[in-house]
């Protein structure tokens, strides 16, 4: 079982930064691709973008690219999505999962977060 816990949301105006952290508990965090989705009000949760075992590996939706950035500390247990450039669009509840491989897919996360409402004002 692994637990994860984000944090870090709130509301920012557009074109700001906010940074969503992700802590895990349980088993090895670094079995795990870190994979970071949204759900925006009335929506399907959609993938935002995902970072490998060791953090070599990243890859992000066409939306977000360029504007968010995820990186992982093995050593902290700990994920974090960096997102810059804010768009009212990107409003959405975000969540960390943990998957046994690399995929975009959200049925290839075994484990989910609680989810952090990021709100971005126009």
């Known amino acids: 079982q692994v637990q994860l816990v984000e944090s870090g949301g709130g509301l920012v105006q557009a074109g700001g930064s906010l940074r969503l952290s992700c802590a895990a508990s349980?088993?090895?965090?670094?079995?795990?691709?870190m994979g970071w989705f949204r759900q925006a009000p009335g929506k399907e949760r959609e993938f935002v973008g995902y970072?490998?075992?060791?953090?070599?590996?990243?890859y992000y939706a066409d939306s977000v690219k360029g504007r968010f950035t995820i990186s992982r500390d093995n050593a902290k247990n700990t994920a974090s999505l960096q997102m810059n450039s804010l768009k009212p669009e990107d409003t959405a509840v975000y969540y960390c999962?943990?998957?046994?491989?690399?995929?975009?897919?959200?049925?290839?996360?075994?484990?989910w977060g609680q989810g952090t409402q990021v709100t971005v004002s126009s």
């Open positions: 999962a943990a998957a046994s491989r690399a995929t975009a897919a959200i049925r290839g996360y075994d484990y």
């Open positions: 349980g088993r090895t965090f670094s079995s795990y691709t």
């Open positions: 970072i490998g075992l060791f953090g070599f590996s990243t």
